[in-house]
C-alpha cells in the first residue's frame, strides 16, 4: 500500500531555513507527480509545491516562490522541501501528498511534519 513518511519539521526563528523529507513506498515513485501541502492551524489543506516524476518541472504557490525548494531523488524514493526565509504565517503541519496541484486531494497523504515559525 502507499505509504508517505514525512520527517524534518521542527522549531524556527523567522528567517531561518528548514529542510523537509518525505520517503515514499508502495508505489513506482519516479512515475508520478508528488506534492506538499500544509495545514495551518484552524484552515484548510493548502498546496505549496509540486514536482514532476523526474523532478524537470515544478510549481510553487505564489507566496513561496524564490524561497521553496522542490526536489526528488527517485533512486531513493525521497521527495524533499527546502524552505529558506520562514515566515512565522507558515507554522503549519506539512503534508506530503500524491499528485500534482490538481490531484494531490484525490491520492495518499502522509501523517505530517509540525514547522513552527516563532521567535
Known amino acids: 500500500q502507499v505509504q508517505l513518511v514525512e520527517s524534518g519539521g521542527g522549531l524556527v526563528q523567522p528567517g531561518d531555513s528548514l529542510r523537509l523529507s518525505c520517503a515514499a513506498s508502495?508505489?513506482?515513485?519516479?512515475?508520478?507527480?508528488m506534492s506538499w501541502v500544509r495545514q495551518v492551524p484552524g484552515k484548510g489543506l493548502e498546496w505549496v509545491s509540486g514536482s514532476d516524476g523526474d523532478g524537470g518541472t515544478t510549481k510553487y504557490e505564489n507566496s513561496v516562490k524564490g524561497r521553496f525548494t522542490i526536489s526528488r531523488d527517485n533512486a531513493k524514493n525521497t521527495l524533499y522541501l527546502q524552505m529558506n526565509n520562514l515566515k512565522p504565517e507558515e507554522t503549519a503541519v506539512y503534508y506530503c501528498?500524491?499528485?500534482?496541484?490538481?490531484?494531490?486531494?484525490?491520492?495518499?497523504r502522509g501523517q505530517g511534519t509540525q514547522v513552527t515559525v516563532s521567535s
Open positions: 501528498a500524491k499528485g500534482g496541484a490538481a490531484t494531490w486531494n484525490t491520492g495518499a
Open positions: 508502495g508505489f513506482t515513485f519516479s512515475d508520478f507527480w
